[in-house]
């Protein structure tokens, strides 16, 4: 699983995973050409794909998955 981390501050740790932002669920890509579209699509330098992704984040994209799906 694949996910976009974007730089956002001046230190070294100011950086989140990109979010939807009306619910706040991470984006994560199975794909990692499927993440390298989208981060292409961001046109924002301060950004890279990352495996790095804690289980709670994983857990809450797929509950959001799930629930889509059944709708």
Same mark, same amino acid.
Request: hydrophobic share 50%.
């Given at each position: 699983?694949?996910?976009?981390?974007?730089?956002t501050g001046?230190? !070294?740790? $100011?950086? #989140?995973?990109?979010?939807d !932002?009306? $619910?706040y #669920?991470?984006?994560i890509w199975s794909?990692?050409?499927?993440?390298?579209?989208?981060?292409k699509k961001l046109d924002y330098a301060k950004c890279e794909i990352t495996e790095?992704?804690?289980?709670y984040v994983i857990s809450r994209y797929n509950e959001k998955r799930d629930t889509q799906k059944t709708d």
């Open positions: 699983m694949f996910a976009i981390k974007v730089f001046k230190k !070294d740790t $100011d950086w #989140v995973l990109l979010r !932002d009306k $619910d #669920v991470v984006y794909n990692r050409e499927d993440a390298e579209a989208a981060m790095d992704i804690p289980a």
